[in-house]
């Protein structure tokens, strides 16, 4: 029995690894790279500019194109968002991952011949599809993963998403050091190196099966789903997880795919919308990836090196692959005293320390909160038919809003100078009220009972009304 558990366990976990390699393990490796080889594509970019005109680029127009370049990324993960729900009710859960790939080797082709072809503007095409895989995958695995995965081990799965983002962000950082990758000669193979996690996903996901919630929800192929199952599960008795599914099937008959308008029309999912909403706000818009922007900076004051700050920077991104003795009070706590450190840094002399201290911290508690749970939100607060509009609407938020903080953090900083992170802060503490007021906990329970927990928050003030008519019959009945 021990031994038929491990093996069991052991294709799940090669499940979760063949899913994360090609998903999200790609939006944390693809947000890395392009910082070690900036100026070297600025250069690149003026240099190309002058043979086709003969005149310069002023610091201006380097500064604008590299804006174009970098805004690509996130405008893309909004496009890759908005066809991730369609791509995932036609094509499935685990088709649309491996068709996903298409479009980062598209990527990764423009990238690599762009210096060849000595065209800056293949650079800017090879991140907006870049961003487009980076938004299908973000919301399609989290979605896979949950629905294939058994219900006590659903957290610790959805997990693995968060988990993937970091690798991906630490080995990004590390094979764009100067000595790998991130050489003046070498930054098209760095740009095009994304293309190694797709070939891996495209050899390894076919053979696991599609999530057996799509199988028998969406497609009615009962006989497809309980393959699934046994090649996820082993031999042991389904019943109770197969029962639990045809309850959830009968729940959704009759039912089409919603779109994500519908939801904002549906009063019957207010309380899920309004989190997701929140949380995928929240997510971006908690500065954490303003703590990546002012990490060299911070670096440089404590006294490092400038040749070794890149390598200090790798452990910036290592703290989201630890998720222990971490909790998102600490992240709150974390952005108050960098605030602090950040006031006094230049009358103390250890300040600097603190300040860096405070960012592995902050980076440590995202990785283990905000990051891991908001992923898969959207697949447990919702049913079948709904789930894929809501990840519709989870990523576009996200993506709208990492866009949003990466073009407003300058001016937020040029603004509020050392008080830069409170807008950070009271965001942090406005989520922590609603996930503790208002959100119920999800942990080991079906998606139906979850389900029903938000059916009576959603109807509350109908079934107060419905109590009320007991004592009017009572007042009426003659004795």
Known sequence: MRKFRRKTFRILILTVCA??????????YNISIINAPTSY???????TWQERTGVPLEDNMILLLWSFTVSAYPLGGLAGAVVAGPMAIML??????LVNNVFVIIAAVLSGFSQMA???????LSRFFTGVNAGVSMNIQPMYLAESAPKKLRGAVALTSASFTALGLVLGQVVGLRELLGGEESWPFLLASNAVPALIQLMALP????????????RGDRESCISALQKLRGNSDLGA???EMLAEQAAAKGQRAKKPWEL???PAVRWQLMSIIVLSSAMQLCGNDSMY?????????AGIPQDKIPYVVIGTGSCELITSVTCVRLLMLSLLVFHCSLRLETRISWMPYLSMACIFAYILSFGIGPAGVTGVLPTEVFDQMSRPAAYMICGSLLWFNLFLVGTAFPFIVKTLAHFCYVPFLVVCVCTALYIGLFLPETKGKSFLEISEEFRKRNFKAQSHAALYKGPEEIKSTVL
């Open 118 to 124: 000595k065209s800056f503007e293949m650079i800017m």
């Open 92 to 97: 499935g859960r685990k088709m649309s991952l």
């Open 241 to 243: 997880e197969l029962e």
């Open 264 to 266: 904002f029309q549906n």
């Open 19 to 28: 899913a994360g390699i090609g998903g999200t393990f790609q939006y944390g």
């Open 207 to 218: 053979w696991f099966p599609e999530s057996p919630r799509y199988l028998l929800i969406d």
């Open 41 to 47: 594509i600025q250069v690149f970019m003026n240099k």
């Open 293 to 301: 922007f002012y990490a060299a900076y911070v670096f440089q004051e």
